[in-house]
Structure formats: structure tokens, C-alpha cells
């Protein structure tokens, strides 16, 4: 089973940075697709990036909101994906969740079986 765990969260005046990270464990993350998904107080958990699995090419994509500011990658020695936050806006704000799917993204968030506890991203002055 396949286990995840966030990190990097943080407070964060807007304009500023984060990184977060989602370490894998009790297996590699060549066969399995990973996302970060967010989720505000008040609202549904929503998808924010995903990178497809290595085997299937590792394309990425995100949620039209991020675009130009974040950043998601994977260091498969590490068996971590990352998550670079640019720009950060006071709306990014939320707890942040990694969770991984086999092969391919999905926009079906209960199509992702594997999830982190999650990191709270919080982003004000």
C-alpha cells in the first residue's frame, strides 16, 4: 500500500513562494500518477496539479487558476513529487493534499486512492 506524506506548508505574505513535497513510501512511484489537490474552508476539495506516472510518460497538467505559477515535478530517485508555489495569492490558501491514482490523472478526485494528512498553506500579510 502505498503511503504519502506532505510537507512544506507554511505561512506566506502574497507574492511569496512555497514548495511542498509528497514523499512516497511502501512503493515506487513509476506505475502511479500523483496529484495535489487543495482544499478551502467552506469548499470541495479541488484538483490543482497532476503529473502522470513515468511509465506513462509523466505529462503534467493544472487547474487553469494556477497556470504560470505553479510547478509540479518528481524526483524518482527520491520517490517525491513536488509542488513549487510562485506568486502565491491569498485565495491559494487551504490545506494542500498529495494523492496518487495508477498510471494516469484523473479529474475524479475519489478516482485517487492513495492520500497524505495534508499541509496547511496559509497566505496573507
Do not use: H
Not at 504519502?4 to 502574497?14: D, Y
Not at 513549487?84 to 475524479?108: F, G, H, V
Amino acid at each position: 500500500q502505498l503511503q504519502l506524506v506532505e510537507s512544506g506548508g507554511g505561512l506566506v505574505q502574497p507574492g511569496g513562494s512555497l514548495r511542498l513535497s509528497c514523499a512516497a513510501s511502501g512503493g515506487t512511484l513509476d506505475y502511479y500518477a500523483t496529484g495535489w489537490f487543495r482544499q478551502a474552508p467552506g469548499k470541495e476539495r479541488e484538483g490543482v496539479s497532476c503529473i502522470n506516472s513515468r511509465r506513462s510518460g509523466g505529462s503534467t497538467n493544472y487547474a487553469d487558476s494556477v497556470k504560470g505559477r505553479f510547478t509540479i515535478s518528481r524526483d524518482n530517485a527520491n520517490f517525491t513529487v513536488y509542488l513549487q508555489m510562485n506568486n502565491l495569492k491569498p485565495e491559494d490558501t487551504a490545506i494542500y493534499y498529495c494523492a496518487a491514482r495508477n498510471y494516469y490523472c484523473s479529474r475524479y478526485v475519489n478516482s485517487f486512492g492513495s492520500w497524505g494528512q495534508g499541509t496547511q498553506v496559509t497566505v496573507s500579510s
